[in-house]
């Protein structure tokens, strides 16, 4: 079945460590993003690809980065600059070029701070 | 910007009871409207969608119409079941993001629990 792969489901980082989530997608889609939920609120864009080699800043891009080397393959690393990094994170690919194409979502990954 | 406004919750219904949850929404344009439902420790599913005016998107016993004079998408289900409860998320896209794609606006969700 086709589908969008997070690993792992829960991590977590200690004090002044970068960390990295997987996220991988067979859909065959162009487009991918991040997203940072905390309790209560909406899902909040981190970062976005529309194509291999090139990437874009969501809402709150600070103190994260992405690479996206491959179609099928969009990790983020969540950097010792991110303050406040306890929150679950998603991913999320959809077909570009077409606003009304919805997004398809993976399981998330939670990461909490040792 | 675009921006989407739901009910608050939790919403604590019995067992086959009607559902309404609320979202109205605030965009320049055409969007197109997302119901998206979130069950314990999963990602987002897609629910249900309409792309233009007057739409009724429609799965699983859930119905959403879109609604441009009221900017509204209500999702309601005629009689709910334990097995609906989880938080629901209504967005809107429709702003092109730079270089392409397709940025959703979420709204902060709304919890439904469903009592025997």
């Known amino acids: 079945d086709g589908g969008i792969t997070q690993s792992p489901k829960y991590l977590f980082r200690k004090e002044g460590q970068n960390v990295t989530l997987s996220c991988e997608q067979n859909l065959n889609h162009d487009a991918m993003y991040w997203y940072r939920q905390d309790p209560g609120q909406g899902l909040r864009l981190i970062y976005y690809s529309q194509i291999v080699n090139d990437f874009q800043k969501g809402d709150i891009a600070e103190g994260y980065s992405v690479s996206r080397e491959k179609k099928e393959s969009f990790p983020l690393t969540v950097t010792s600059a991110q303050k406040n990094p306890t929150a679950f994170y998603l991913c999320a690919s959809s077909m570009a070029g077409r606003s009304n194409q919805p997004q398809h979502f993976g399981d998330g990954t939670r990461l909490s701070i040792l | 910007g675009d921006s989407v406004t739901q009910m608050e919750g939790p919403v604590t219904l019995s067992e086959e009871a009607c559902l309404t949850i609320n979202c109205t929404y605030t965009a320049t344009g055409y969007p197109s409207l997302f119901w998206y439902v979130q069950y314990p420790g999963e990602g987002l599913q897609l629910l249900l969608k309409a792309t233009k005016a007057d739409d009724k998107g429609s799965n699983k016993g859930f119905e959403a119409t879109y609604r441009k004079e009221t900017t509204s998408f209500h999702l309601e289900k005629g009689s709910v079941q334990v097995s609906d409860s989880a938080v629901y998320f209504c967005?809107?896209?429709?702003?092109?993001?730079?270089?392409?794609?397709?940025?959703?606006?979420f709204g902060t969700g709304t919890q439904l629990k469903v009592e025997l």
């Open positions: 967005a809107l896209t429709q702003t092109w993001l730079t270089g392409g794609g397709n940025k959703l606006t």
